[in-house]
């Protein structure tokens, strides 16, 4: 697997994929660029290099193969193996997340659920144990979990990455309001629902 | 009110203003560009374009005023009077978004509520009186609601967004996987939960 992209083409390739499931699913067996452009709000020069740079070519007349574009950015995205993942913080917003990600995701399954709270931590939580969030340094190399779900108060959160990053993550979706700081090779991928709702409301007055 | 930012702007003094909370709250009187570019991964001339934008000035001795600034940011982002939010959705995710939202954001509030599920149609959630969605168009203008919270599924999420806009609604953060298309002037903002877990799976493979 080659990773000299970006994250923003890996981002827009996970785009991609999204569209043309749904366009595979209505019957498309043939798109061009500029039709996977206006679905994912690009433009059909940056969809040919995405593409382009996984090996993925279509043809003038034609535009792409939508299975076999399809096969090739799922070779790309996906590891070979179902990844495990950590889930850390089981409050509401955890749970919720959990509750969402079940079923969705057949490429990433949540194996391990971390807690601070005893009243959860000797419990199944959708089937999965919840462990005392001291446990991960040891349980996440164990089970070979690189990535790393993140559902903590924000006052907590910069703690619980720096033992994530410790126990051998090396990605991680962070749903706390805050900025973390990771070492260089570590993936941080921010959900700033506070920053993206200031941001609408703003807009919602223009 | 000007609103001739753009959206990189608004979200990043939404960011400044968090870390100047916090800053503020550590004890900081003053504080340089650079020390909030550092807090805010931007940099100081960044940093300064965007005070700058919004009036705010600090000096080369001292840099900028942490109250002074805060008052600036929040004049400038924030509407005079506590805005009203709708929330579409109620399953677990619309839940655990209204559990989260309670207390966190003094000038949004959540007023309306709107399911399509009959057993949710007629209760209160957190106290919020939740209504069937085809009363969105009437309700949202006469509550003077701007700005909506999506948490439908996936597959309704489009048909919503056009009953939202009709019902004068300019202001959105979707939950839904899905790209949502909006008339020019309304404002989408899209929390992409799928795509987030697919680009942090594949870095933390690298």
Redesign the interface.
Known sequence: ?S?HVS?RS??RL??YR??LLHAQASGSCYLFSHDIAT???TSAAQVRRDLMAISSSGTASRGYHVADLLKSISHF???PAP?H?ALIGLG??G???F??FVG??P??RITLTFDIDPAKTCRLINGCPCHNIHELNDLCPTHGI??A?LTVPATEAQTVTDMLVRGG?????NFA?V?LYVPV?V???T?D??????????????
């Open positions: 697997m990773v994250e890996v981002r996970s785009l999204r569209f679905a994912t709000r995205l996906d590891a990844q993942v509401n917003l749970r919720a997340v509750a969402y969705r995701h490429n990433l690189r990535m779900i993550i090396r990605g991680i979706v309001p900025t090779g993936f941080v991928e959900m629902f506070s920053i993206s709702l200031e941001t609408a409301a703003f807009f919602s007055r223009a």
